[in-house]
């Protein structure tokens, strides 16, 4: 784990870069990488995010500025800048049952092909889909997402990359930071190693790449 | 009593102590002020939290305490945070053992639809995918028509949430079960006819045997 200056972080970031984001309408999202990316003018990123917040908050921020090219999330509905882009076929969006977009990630960073999941068998979401019966019930095969870079958010990071996370603000964060080829987390507090109880890490240091320094 | 008022005061009854519920936003939101104060559930919110209070006090908001909507929450005692896997474990496992979403159209064999309509409003399905296919029990708590057309249609038009039926929907007319591709009414609200229900729904009624008259305390 190495510690890095915030424009140093975004700067790994190349347009064109898959990048999967923590955080729920912005709750634990690492918003000062949001707004470095913006910042640095980013394009053509395909993001995988569990929404876009709304305009101006969270992942919405990268929206605003036009770095996205692709998202692939499970709701957009707080965001009408996000619907405007998608309508003008300014950016394309994957809409993915939440539950399955959770899991689509989770399978990335585990090194699992895809899920079975019953979640949109029979509705719109089963088109092109390849469809397996187990036990005499139909599931969906969701194949599994990865990113060149997973940038999540935690409320406490050691000074090994050690997370904790805190309350609502867990929610992706620990599953995205599985799923990056290179993993950047932002913390509220950098804390020294022994802070974080081993039992109360949620995500072990040797995944973190990149913490980045108090501004 | 105003439509949104009846349709939660009939859903609260529903609750029982040490049920693990989750409440969808709009008129599913409501039900949770309804419950009856020796009733003890335990509410779950998708974005990870079990135990969901009410909204903070002025003042006492946590930016990272806070619901499926984004909005503050307060936590009761008991309540636990985690990742959204085992959050979406917890619906699809059927661990969830009541769910209460809103609706746009329920079918005669209780197909939901109430995350898109094409070319009008395409939000993502968020969650209802899941709420829909994994809950013990899926009530839709919706008003019975919109601008005059009944919304518990013979066949849903706009796309649905899941082909797995629901059980129940409560309106501010009738509660109506899903029963073997069925609709049964098995409740009419005070004062409503069974008349009135069939005069404000598009699918085809069976009447219960023990039809009777909803209970909202």
């Known amino acids: 784990m190495k510690t890095v200056p915030i424009a140093d972080a975004a700067a790994m970031i190349p347009d064109g870069a898959r990048i999967?984001?923590?955080?729920?309408?912005?709750?634990?999202?690492?918003?000062?990488?949001?707004?470095?990316?913006?910042?640095?003018?980013?394009?053509?990123?395909?993001?995988?995010?569990?929404?876009?917040?709304?305009?101006?908050?969270?992942?919405?921020?990268?929206?605003?500025?036009?770095?996205?090219?692709?998202?692939?999330?499970?709701?957009?509905?707080?965001?009408?800048?996000?619907?405007?882009?998608?309508?003008?076929?300014?950016?394309?969006?994957?809409?993915?049952?939440?539950?399955?977009?959770?899991?689509?990630?989770?399978?990335?960073?585990?090194?699992?092909?895809?899920?079975?999941?019953?979640?949109?068998?029979?509705?719109?979401?089963?088109?092109?889909?390849?469809?397996?019966?187990?036990?005499?019930?139909?599931?969906?095969?969701?194949?599994?997402?990865k990113a060149d870079f997973a940038l999540v958010h935690a409320f406490l990071a050691d000074y090994l990359g050690n997370l904790a996370y805190a309350l609502t603000a867990r929610n992706y964060n620990p599953i995205v930071a599985m799923a990056g080829e290179t993993v950047i987390a932002t913390a509220e507090h950098i804390v020294p190693v022994g802070v974080i109880a081993p039992d109360h890490v949620i995500t072990p240091a040797p995944l973190v790449d990149y913490i980045v320094a108090n501004g | 009593m105003d439509p949104q008022t009846v349709i939660a005061k009939r859903i609260a009854r529903e609750l029982k102590s040490g049920m693990l519920v989750n409440l969808g936003i709009g008129i599913p939101t409501l039900v949770a002020g309804y419950a009856a104060p020796d009733v003890q559930v335990f509410f779950h919110s998708e974005n990870g939290l079990i135990g969901t209070g009410a909204i903070p006090a002025e003042g006492m908001a946590h930016p990272t305490l806070t619901d499926a909507g984004g909005r503050p929450v307060t936590a009761l005692p008991g309540a636990s945070t985690f990742d959204s896997a085992i959050s979406f474990g917890f619906m699809r496992g059927g661990h969830v053992d009541i769910t209460v979403l809103g609706g746009l159209q329920v079918d005669q064999t209780g197909h939901l639809a109430n995350w898109m309509i094409p070319g009008k409003m395409v939000p993502g399905m968020g969650g209802a995918m899941d709420l829909a296919t994994g809950a013990k029990r899926v009530i839709v708590a919706m008003q019975h028509t919109a601008k005059g057309q009944s919304k518990i249609v013979a066949t849903c038009t706009l796309p649905i949430t899941s082909a797995r039926p629901v059980d129940c929907v409560v309106t501010e007319l009738a509660v109506i079960r899903f029963t073997g591709g069925k609709a049964v009414l098995a409740e009419t609200a005070p004062g409503v006819s069974v008349e009135q229900v069939r005069s404000a729904t598009e699918a085809d009624l069976t009447v219960a045997d023990d039809l009777h008259e909803m209970r909202l305390s």
């Open chain 1, 20 to 145: 999967v984001v923590g955080g729920f309408l912005s709750v634990g999202t690492p918003d000062r990488l949001m707004d470095e990316i913006v910042r640095q003018e980013k394009r053509d990123l395909t993001v995988i995010a569990n929404d876009t917040a709304r305009p101006g908050i969270g992942v919405g921020k990268l929206i605003d500025a036009k770095c996205v090219r692709h998202a692939i999330v499970s709701h957009i509905g707080t965001n009408p800048e996000t619907q405007r882009q998608m309508m003008a076929g300014e950016i394309t969006v994957e809409l993915v049952p939440q539950g399955t977009l959770i899991e689509r990630i989770r399978a990335g960073g585990y090194g699992l092909g895809g899920i079975l999941t019953p979640t949109g068998v029979g509705t719109l979401v089963e088109d092109g889909k390849q469809k397996i019966e187990v036990d005499g019930t139909p599931y969906l095969l969701e194949t599994a997402l």
